[in-house]
């Protein structure tokens, strides 16, 4: 069973709006979130994380929200450029588990239309 | 800093034969993980090695080993090759092996198995 579901496989914005990619989960101990932007032929790179403490988390352009009741979390990219254009995945751990192991979901592709 | 180094970027094998990929970490990484990613389901965690000891294995048949040498470089074999081992397969290497710390990643090897 998929424990992180982006269920969006694709998403397009104009230049200058706001994207949105959400992400859902259903491992309750789930308690770290992590998006990462890939580009092709490139490596996945990180981009932002938040721990379950928290329900906000900004850096620059890029702010994660994590809603826990819900198991939610979205990634809001303000305002959206043409270079955000990539595959976005959203990542989730369990801090308490033994190892660092990461749990993706299968990524949504955002372009942005100049 | 030099980044993660996979070898090779690119390898096509046929089915029943084997292949080993290898991977640097960032210097002073001790963390290695190994992900596949393949269209339909995402990045699948493979596993993940601490100081030259497997702390977590994902679920892949045991086809799939690894191991990690002393100066924290890794490889990855898989044996007895299918068509659907076909895939990117991603390194990944964290500063302290920590739950909360970033993965940074490779560009990984792209593996095409006929």
């Known amino acids: 069973d998929q424990q992180v579901k982006q269920n969006s496989p694709s998403l397009s914005v104009q230049e200058g709006r706001i994207s949105i990619l959400n992400c859902d989960y259903t491992n309750s101990m789930f308690d770290y979130f992590l998006w990462y932007k890939k580009y092709p032929a490139e490596g996945p790179t990180f981009l932002i994380s938040?721990?379950?403490?928290?329900d906000k988390n900004e850096d620059g352009r890029f702010t994660v929200f994590l809603n826990k009741s819900a198991k939610h979390l979205s990634l809001h990219i303000v305002p959206s450029q043409p270079g955000d254009s990539a595959v976005y995945f959203c990542a989730a751990s369990e801090t308490g588990a033994g190892s660092y192991q990461l749990t993706f979901g299968k990524g949504t592709k955002l372009s942005v239309i100049p | 800093k030099a980044g993660v180094t996979q070898t090779p970027r690119y390898l096509i094998k046929t089915r029943g034969q084997q292949v080993t990929l290898s991977c640097s970490p960032i210097s002073g990484h001790r963390s290695v993980s190994w992900y596949q990613q393949t269209p339909g389901q995402g990045l699948q965690f493979l596993f993940e090695?601490?100081?030259?000891?497997?702390?977590n294995k994902g679920n892949f048949p045991g086809r799939f080993s690894g191991r990690q040498f002393s100066n924290s470089r890794s490889e990855m074999n898989v044996s007895t090759l299918e068509l659907g081992d076909s895939a990117l397969y991603l390194c990944?290497?964290?500063?302290?092996?920590?739950?909360?710390?970033?993965?940074?990643f490779g560009e990984g090897s792209r593996l095409t198995v006929l």
């Open positions: 938040i721990s379950s403490i928290k």
């Open positions: 090695y601490f100081s030259e000891t497997q702390r």
């Open positions: 990944a290497s964290s500063a302290t092996g920590g739950r909360t710390g970033e993965l940074f």
